[in-house]
């Protein structure tokens, strides 16, 4: 059984920062694209960032460059979004992801296999 369990939602004034984890269990983790996507009420589930299995290769969201970070532990079996400079707009459910398929990262919702089951951030203006 796959677990996918994020951890550091809140609430934030506009302008701070929050960090958020994700800790998996029930997969090859050091083997797995790790990804970050959100969904704000009445919107689709809008990709953020994605790690490659050894760190090596990143993709960012245009919203989220220069602003957010995102890493991994593998011997923690951690992936971690770093949220800085946080806007209204940055207000949604955060959900971590994996993806098996190793080959690319992807940005795309449904070539994630794995889900977990979200986290609040809320930024106040």
């Known amino acids: 059984q796959v677990d996918l369990v994020e951890f550091g939602g809140g609430l934030v004034q506009a302008g701070g920062s929050l960090r958020l984890s994700c800790v998996a269990s029930?997969?090859?983790?050091?083997?797995?694209?790790m990804g970050w996507f959100r969904q704000a009420p009445g919107k689709e589930r809008d990709f953020v960032a994605a790690?490659?299995?050894?760190?090596?290769?990143?993709n960012y969201a245009n919203s989220a460059k220069g602003r957010f970070t995102i890493s991994r532990d593998n011997g923690k079996n951690t992936v971690y979004l770093q949220m800085n400079s946080l806007k209204p707009e940055d207000t949604a459910v955060y959900y971590c992801?994996?993806?098996?398929?190793?080959?690319?990262?992807?940005?795309?919702?449904?070539?994630?296999?794995?889900w977990g089951q979200g986290t609040q951030v809320t930024v106040s203006s």
């Open positions: 992801a994996a993806d098996l398929d190793i080959a690319t990262i992807s940005s795309v919702p449904w070539e994630y296999d794995y």
């Open positions: 029930g997969l090859r983790f050091s083997r797995t694209i």
């Open positions: 790690i490659g299995w050894s760190s090596t290769s990143t």
